[in-house]
């Protein structure tokens, strides 16, 4: 691959990933509601994550965080990238929370306890202890998702 090239999918990469944070970020606030999968009913973890996926890249991935958590490629925690998607133990089960990556330790999730979506710090002491995982979602020379 031509170093034009790579630079011309390096900068594609880039806006992707900003209009995927960009879409997530405008959000911010909605209520949580179990189920949810839109802004005007409200959202819950694997809801917002769909949702912004879906609107911002036309990528419809499944609908529960299990379900999520075996799609796309694992990535470890130091080497997370903005957009990855991040998931936690919050039920006594692996992968029963997801959120997106935003960088510098932050996520952007629905959250119950807060009720609404809403950006945590990964590295606070609920979340750093229920941290369970990493997967990254690629997009290919297209601009396309290539799911694994």
């Known amino acids: 691959m031509s170093s034009e090239r790579v630079a011309q999918h390096a900068a594609a990469a880039v806006d992707t ?34 949702h912004v996926f879906s609107e911002a890249l036309g990528v419809l991935l499944p609908r529960t965080a299990v379900e999520m958590a075996r799609v796309g490629e694992k990535v470890p925690r130091d080497d997370l990238q903005p957009g990855d998607l991040v998931f ?20 952007l999730h629905a959250n119950s ?12 002491r609920y979340w750093a202890k229920r941290f369970t ?13 290539a799911l694994r």
């Open 17 to 50: 990933v900003g209009e995927l944070l960009d879409n997530g970020l405008s959000l911010l606030g909605v209520r949580y509601r179990f189920g949810g999968e839109s802004p005007q009913s409200g959202f819950d973890c694997s809801g917002l994550v769909r």
């Open 133 to 145: 995982g990493a997967r990254r979602i690629e997009i290919d020379d297209a601009g396309a998702p």
């Open 113 to 124: 306890r807060g009720g609404s979506v809403r950006v945590d710090d990964m590295t606070g």
């Open 88 to 107: 936690f133990n919050t039920l006594r089960r692996t992968f029963s929370h997801v959120g997106i990556y935003l960088g510098d330790n932050k996520f």
